[in-house]
């Protein structure tokens, strides 16, 4: 019998996953064994564990299971898969579709996508998922609710004060939103106290961030952020891979002679973009060296702040990831410890 190579494709979204079931027989083209939808539940994830075993007729023949990163989407489905023994790759969106681009394929839905990442699995040589730490996910859950919860904030801070300029209010709305706001606020604390014992009882997650800390402006919340979205930056293997996926990625508008507005993507993580935000805010108000400089150099040359502050939140991104990967702590009186980071944030950035 022929080496037969079997390559699972599933495309996730919120409620259901599409698998497309794909096989190979030595020098022979792959060929479609088997295409079905499931719902994105344990109820799913049984019925899928028993269509795979229906069709994957060579027991011996190896087999692995290829899906993109979506959110928080495929999250269960993955875990699942992997304490089930099965070889799991997990690929970014942005390497799939560069993937499909260079195989021709410009159609595109749920069914064609699940084929290209079956072929994808059987092509390349991916490298194994691994599960992120409990720890870490628990992090991204309480760091999206702090993130919740001041947005809820600020906007109950702002109809509490247009209900006090209000010529005629009820003291009832006012009692209320004060209430609320001041909940609100109790309730980020006691999160934000969550996460730094979160970060404290890990050994990795606390080591790693010993290594940003003395870095003046990333606290404890951005680093968290970042981490918990990014997976501990399994999924990445350069600098600009990450960029692309936090949305930072440059979008040139040219065509001829004609110059149009350049511009980053925001095709990627708005939750790194948000708390990015922040920290670059604090680069500039409190004028951390480094930062503030590439602010004041990209704002002389653009005359646009966003553009500025775009840029130390590129750099901040790629500086994170750098210490991260080689295990480096951040000394402010070592500017060379920049140099990879400063290399992916050039001043050739967009307004958001």
Request: hydrophobic fraction near 40%; proline fraction near 3%.
């Amino acid at each position: 019998m022929e080496h037969v190579i079997y390559s699972i494709g599933l495309d996730v979204d919120k409620h259901t996953f599409k698998a497309s079931f794909k096989s190979k027989e030595g020098l022979n083209r792959s060929i479609v064994k088997a295409s079905r939808e499931f719902p994105n539940n344990p109820t799913g994830f049984k019925e899928l564990h028993q269509w795979v075993q229906k069709h994957r007729k060579a027991q011996q023949a190896s087999l692995s299971i290829t899906m993109e990163a979506t959110g928080v989407y495929h999250d269960n489905l993955a875990w699942h898969l992997h304490t089930a023994q099965y070889v799991v790759h997990i690929v970014l969106p942005t390497r799939a579709k560069r993937y499909m681009q260079s195989m021709g394929i410009k159609s595109k839905n749920d069914q064609i996508d699940a084929q290209g990442l079956a072929d994808m699995g059987m092509q390349q040589e991916l490298e194994p998922w691994k599960p992120a730490s409990p720890n870490m996910l628990v992090l991204r859950s309480l760091t999206r609710q702090v993130e919740m919860f001041q947005e809820t904030r600020t906007t109950l801070s702002n109809q509490l004060e247009a209900a006090e300029h209000l010529a005629f209010a009820d003291d009832l709305i006012i009692k209320n939103l004060e209430s609320i706001v001041q909940t609100m606020e109790e309730n980020i604390k006691m999160l934000k106290e969550r996460i730094t014992e979160t970060i404290q009882k890990d050994p990795v997650l606390s080591g790693k961030y010993e290594l940003v800390k003395p870095l003046k402006g990333m606290g404890i919340l951005t680093f968290a952020t970042i981490v918990a979205e990014t997976g501990g930056f399994e999924l990445f293997k350069n600098q600009k891979q990450l960029v692309s996926y936090a949305g930072y990625d440059v979008v040139e508008n040219q065509s001829g002679g004609r110059i149009g507005k350049t511009r980053i993507s925001k095709q990627g993580n708005a939750h790194i973009r948000r708390i990015l935000f922040m920290a670059s805010f604090n680069m500039v108000k409190y004028q951390i060296s480094t930062f503030y400089q590439l602010y004041e150099r990209v704002y002389d040359r653009t005359k646009i702040k966003m553009k500025g502050y775009v840029a130390i939140q590129r750099k901040l991104l790629c500086l994170l990831y750098t210490l991260w990967k080689k295990d480096t702590a951040f000394d402010p009186n070592h500017l060379n410890l920049l140099k990879d980071a400063s290399h992916a944030a050039k001043n050739k950035v967009a307004a958001t």
